[in-house]
């Protein structure tokens, strides 16, 4: 069992910047793909970045591509999602996920753990 604890939502104004962090709470994090994906009120949970176990490849939706950073630390078992240039759009809440697939998953049964989520506001 792996469990994914998010931090670091808020409220920011658009063009602002916020940094979330997801923490795991096993050794085992260091072989899993991780991942963030969001979900705004009425849409469908959907995928925003994802990092290799080995923090070599990452991906991105095209949405927030050279906006958003993913990276991990595998020896704090920690993945964060560096958000620059907020829009009004990517109010949402955010969840950390890991995945076992190593190829890049970016669906939503491909991953299976996830925590809590985490309130991203951004106001315009």
């Known amino acids: 069992q792996v469990q994914l604890v998010e931090s670091g939502g808020g409220l920011v104004q658009a063009g602002g910047s916020l940094r979330l962090s997801c923490a795991a709470s096993?050794?085992?994090?260091?072989?899993?793909?991780m991942g963030w994906f969001r979900q705004a009120p009425g849409k469908e949970r959907e995928f925003v970045a994802a990092i290799s176990w080995s923090g070599v490849s990452t991906y991105y939706a095209d949405s927030v591509k050279g906006r958003f950073t993913i990276s991990r630390d595998n020896a704090k078992n920690t993945v964060d999602l560096e958000m620059n240039s907020l829009k009004p759009e990517d109010t949402a809440v955010y969840y950390c996920a890991a995945s076992a697939a190593v190829y890049g998953p970016v669906e939503t049964y491909e991953y299976d753990y996830w925590g809590q989520g985490t309130q991203v506001t951004v106001s315009s």
């Open positions: 096993r050794r085992t994090f260091s072989t899993r793909t």
